[in-house]
């Protein structure tokens, strides 16, 4: 464990001591975790990011008709 110091303005560091004591925890203890769940957070949506780009991609309908053009659907003269 390495010691560090680091200072805060008094609302953090109320919301700090508030926190820390609600879930039975020192603040130091308090700040590691907080900053090891952080930390966690690119890892965890590279990993689900390289899961979702590794599947094959799908079709999402099996419609032997054509889809509508994109000015048909744009096309707001029918709505006024």
């Known amino acids: 464990m390495k010691n560090i110091t680091i200072t805060l303005d008094v609302q953090t560091a109320k919301w700090l001591r508030m926190h820390a004591a609600e879930k039975e925890m020192s603040v130091s203890r308090f700040v590691s975790e907080l900053l090891r769940e952080k930390m966690k957070q690119p890892l965890e949506y590279e990993q689900a990011m390289r899961r979702f780009l ?9 419609r032997t008709e054509s889809m509508p053009l994109r000015d048909e659907i744009h096309d707001r003269s029918r709505f006024r």
């Open 54 to 62: 590794a599947q094959k991609p799908f079709e999402l309908s099996e």
